[in-house]
């Protein structure tokens, strides 16, 4: 049985529909993200699933259950807000009993609760603080506490860590990784940010203007994008998109002259217009007069690290290729590039969609 | 900004001390007169050095049963109060919190009660309780302080709990509270220096009224106000029991403000939400 399940799923605000007739499936025990930019639907949904917004039409169902009617307090779930929204007037422990009253339980088991999920996430020394007295990463700490103890269903996070800074963002990303390793609780998260995504995820649900663009593992929606959409908004840097034509079994743009790869032979019609795809490591550095090289002019180079980002100018297209640091080219040079044809995706330009299959 | 020059700060003080001077002198006479011998309360220049007496106060309450016009008076200040407090609060929740497009004109219509000029209504008021039995009791008399000091709660009210930030009842919803608890417990709470607010504001407004409170009551239900009033009749005017009864309607009204204050407070809301 499914921990929750979308059929259909419609919001309307007045005559304005902003999620469109959605379908999902969350497993138990499942990590699932709901990904896109702002303004795709995913917080609306979240609160759709939370019962913060009537569901205007379709199914919703948690634990095998339709909760289109049901009260927010009845249905099993916590919820981590993006701001917190910490009692502002309780204690760190007033705010962890506030969450447990509504369950009647007895005062002997509300502290051992607030006792484990303060060990859990170290805030013990905190318990008997104001929320004003916290700080960032703390309060966040306290938000999780406080929809930890309820034991729910299913926990929702509303971007969680969006107001934290980078450091200590990827610190609380592996807490909520260890976390759902061990309560094993089915999680619905909602992020903009792909690399949070990527990183928690057992299942991406990528959105885009109110509808589904693609569900599938990490390595699913980064390998094998369903459209241009998911392609250019995983990963980074994007993915390199090229308009192309098919002509005898090559694939020709300005200044590109690419041999169709054999994934694709027998599945292109002469003539058709495509969108290559390519990620940014699917471009390499090549000996100059290789075969299908192209031969590009740098425009600038950012150096990483180990990888240096290298912006280069092919025909009228920008792209930008990821190659190893060491020996890396200057602004201005020439380099040969050639494309990995295993990597290569392909799109309808009209559509959007892949051709890859 | 850079800390006030010493010429800054001389002027300041200057200015608060006027300001004191100008606020505190007609206590201090009410406070001096209803000490003063009657004899020597006219004496020009007035006098400031005398023998202080305290004949207006046992006057006050001997000749006249101030006591119970004290009562009254605290009776329908603290009834108003509560009563418009509370379905002050609960009318500004909702006003504050359901949204639909005629809802400001709600809240206009509300306010509207308060324009209306006392004198205007002070009749069919009088016919009303007349017929409802209800004169010269303090329940008239909360009812109609109630009618003027509920549109205020709300207005105040309405204020205060739209900075309340809905993530909070939206949390508290989720973590399995329903409207009740989540009002009492989390809004309301949040929202009260905007209660002290309006308990000081209605219970002022209470205390202190004088027209509907002569209108309406007669030797039972009469109020501090009103009673001060009757020393001042058609052959004498009775300064040294006016003056005492005045400086002792001043100091409910100074308890309750000095109550309320330390709710006086901003900020609460801190640290909740980003």
């Not at chain 1, 592996?174 to 619905?188: A, D, F, P, S, Y």
């Not at chain 1, 690419?258 to 390499?284: C, H, M, N, Y």
Request: net charge neutral; glycine share 8%; hydrophobic share 50%.
């Amino acid at each position: 049985m499914s921990a929750i399940t979308l059929r259909s799923v419609v919001k309307r605000y007045g005559s304005v529909e902003v999620v469109h007739g959605i379908d999902l499936d969350v497993e138990e025990g499942e990590f699932v993200v709901l990904l896109g930019p702002s303004g795709c639907g995913k917080t609306t949904t979240l609160r759709m699933v939370a019962g913060l917004e009537d569901v205007s039409d379709g199914e919703l169902s948690i634990a095998g259950r339709r909760v289109n009617e049901v009260a927010p307090k009845d249905r099993g779930v916590a919820m981590v807000f993006q701001n917190y929204a910490l009692y502002p007037h309780m204690s760190v422990r007033q705010n962890m009993e506030f969450a447990l009253r509504p369950l009647g339980l007895d005062a002997a088991e509300v502290d051992r609760r607030i006792q484990e999920a303060a060990g859990i996430l170290g805030l013990g020394e905190l318990l008997a603080r104001k929320p004003a007295q916290l700080s960032g990463g703390q309060r966040q700490r306290v938000a999780m506490g406080r929809a930890m103890v309820r034991t729910p269903d299913v926990f929702l996070f509303d971007e969680p860590l969006s107001n934290l800074d980078a450091k200590l963002r990827t610190q609380v990303r592996l807490e909520i990784g260890k976390l759902h390793n061990r309560l094993g609780t089915t999680v619905l998260y909602v992020t903009h940010d792909q690399v949070e995504a990527m990183t928690l995820a057992d299942k991406i649900v990528v959105m885009q203007n109110g509808h589904i663009e693609q569900v599938g593992t990490p390595e699913q929606v980064y390998a094998h994008p369903n459209n241009m959409f998911v392609a250019s908004f995983i990963g980074s840097p994007s993915m390199n998109m090229i308009p192309a034509r098919h002509e005898g079994g090559r694939l020709r743009a300005e200044g590109l002259d690419l041999a169709v790869p054999s994934r694709f032979e027998g599945k292109l019609p002469e003539g058709q217009d495509v969108v290559i795809g390519i990620r940014p490591t699917g471009l390499q550095r090549a000996e100059p007069g290789a075969a299908d090289a192209v031969v590009a002019r740098v425009e600038v180079t950012e150096f990483l690290g180990n990888e240096a980002l290298l912006d280069i100018r092919v025909g009228d297209h920008e792209l930008i290729a990821e190659i190893p640091a060491a020996g890396r080219p200057a602004p201005g040079d020439e380099v040969s590039l050639t494309f990995d044809p295993s990597v290569i995706h392909l799109f309808d330009p009209q559509t959007g969609a892949t051709l890859s299959r | 900004m850079n800390k006030p020059s010493m010429q800054q700060a001389i002027l300041v003080y200057a200015l608060l001390g006027i300001a004191l001077i100008v606020f505190l002198t007609p206590i201090y006479l009410i406070a001096s007169s209803s000490v003063k011998p009657s004899p020597i309360m006219f004496q020009r220049p007035p006098a400031m050095l005398f023998e202080p007496t305290f004949e207006h106060y046992r006057d006050l309450f001997t000749m006249r049963p101030f006591g119970k016009f004290i009562m009254n008076s605290l009776m329908v200040a603290l009834g108003s109060t509560a009563f418009s407090v509370f379905f002050g609060s609960i009318a500004a929740y909702a006003i504050s919190r359901i949204k639909h497009k005629r809802m400001n004109d709600i809240a206009f219509w509300i306010l509207s009660m308060r324009m209306f000029p006392p004198i205007a209504v002070v009749v069919p008021y009088y016919i009303i309780f007349k017929t409802a039995g209800l004169l010269d009791t303090p329940l008239a008399l909360i009812i109609v302080y109630s009618t003027a000091n509920i549109p205020l709660t709300v207005w105040l009210m309405k204020g205060f709990f739209d900075e309340v930030p809905r993530a909070l009842e939206e949390a508290a919803a989720v973590d399995g509270h329903g409207l009740i608890s989540i009002f009492w417990r989390v809004t309301l709470p949040l929202a009260a220096p905007g209660l002290a607010v309006s308990a000081v504001f209605c219970f002022i407004f209470s205390w202190n009224e004088f027209l509907f409170a002569l209108m309406l009551t007669g030797s039972e239900a009469q109020t501090a106000t009103v009673a001060v009033m009757s020393f001042w009749s058609s052959d004498a005017v009775q300064w040294g029991r006016i003056m005492a009864g005045s400086f002792v309607i001043l100091i409910p009204g100074v308890v309750f403000v000095l109550t309320c204050q330390r709710w006086l407070v901003r900020g609460l809301t801190m640290g909740s939400v980003k």
